[in-house]
């Protein structure tokens, strides 16, 4: 019997959670799959080639009706920030006795990526740190699966490509101060702003000749709310268009920025990288920091000295591969895929 599977995804870094799982199972004649997408995800699957049901907008008349003509043994969802499709499904799935699992991305705001009132059958999740973290959020322990994330196991190393400067930082976007303002993002005491403005005035106080690269955020819709820093400073900055990571991490010396998962993957893959979070309120939410794998500054007077220091970082030591392996070799596409068939036998007995 062929087995019915449902994936649903809105935010870029849960779209990526599930696209190892949705081309490993769509290459396997036992299992239909499906993608229904709203949001950032779509630019993403247009970008690789994947069809998709245009969730943007959808009524829960209209995810009702996808669920009755696709009828998946069970979904497989990412999370988002905000109100989303992914949480439209799994609610109205439950209602329908399907059941669910949505992937875990990354280890910030827990509780604005679910909704209490209808979490999924199984929420399968990154590591111990992570499952640690939830039960204290108030999270079910029942529920919370460790199998790593899918998008970790694509995480290979990169060929640094050299380029005719001397250095090139990229800098990594957040839309933090927009959401902190709509309420999905957790208030850590600083935005990307402010970041931003202290990475070029540190720049400029050690001299710094090289490049400034901005990886503007998917989610972001003011494409230049760096301009009126920019202006200030004499350091040269640009925007990158490019849609492709991996490339844009190639010819970085550097890679800077706050949380965001792009500095998870950057570190995984080999490059240097420095989180800066001014002022922190709480625990540091990015998981490669408490690992000693990525170098981080809390304070703005350390933030000149950390920079030069972290640009004369030299390649990873047995310790850091060590704990990039932990991450990266651990077959989280297969464990998920484990979990997904158990599901679908249980729903056809």
Known sequence: MIKKILFVAQDPGGFNSIVPVFRK????????????????????????????????????GDVKRVLENVKPCVIVAGTSGSASLDKDVVKISTRMGIPTISILDFWINYNVRFSFKSLPDAILIM????????IKAGFPKDKLIVTGNPAFDMMKPIRSIQTDKSSTI??????????????????????????????????????FSGDVVVKLHPRTHNKKKFNPIIKHFSIAVTVDTDDNNE??????????GMTSLLLFEAAMRGKKVLSYQPRLAGADPLVTNRLGLTKFVYRKSELAGAI???????????????????????????????YVDSLCSRKSL
């Open 25 to 60: 199972l769509g290459s396997n004649k036992s299992y239909q799959v499906t993608a229904f997408l709203a949001g950032a995800s779509k630019k993403i699957a247009d970008r690789m080639g994947i069809p998709y049901i245009n969730g943007e907008g959808a009524t829960q």
């Open 170 to 207: 990229l800098f990594v976007d957040q839309p933090i101060s927009s959401d902190i303002v709509a309420g999905w993002h957790q208030n850590y005491n600083y935005d990307e702003l402010e970041v931003f403005k202290d990475l070029l005035e540190a720049l400029e106080r050690i001299g």
């Open 127 to 134: 590591d111990k740190y992570a499952k640690a973290e939830m």
């Open 308 to 338: 030069q220091e972290a640009l004369r970082q030299k390649r990873l030591s047995e310790r850091d591969r060590a704990i990039v392996n932990r991450y990266t070799k651990q077959n989280a596409t297969g464990k998920v895929i484990q």
């Open 247 to 256: 490339r844009v991490l190639a010819k970085s010396s550097l890679i800077f």
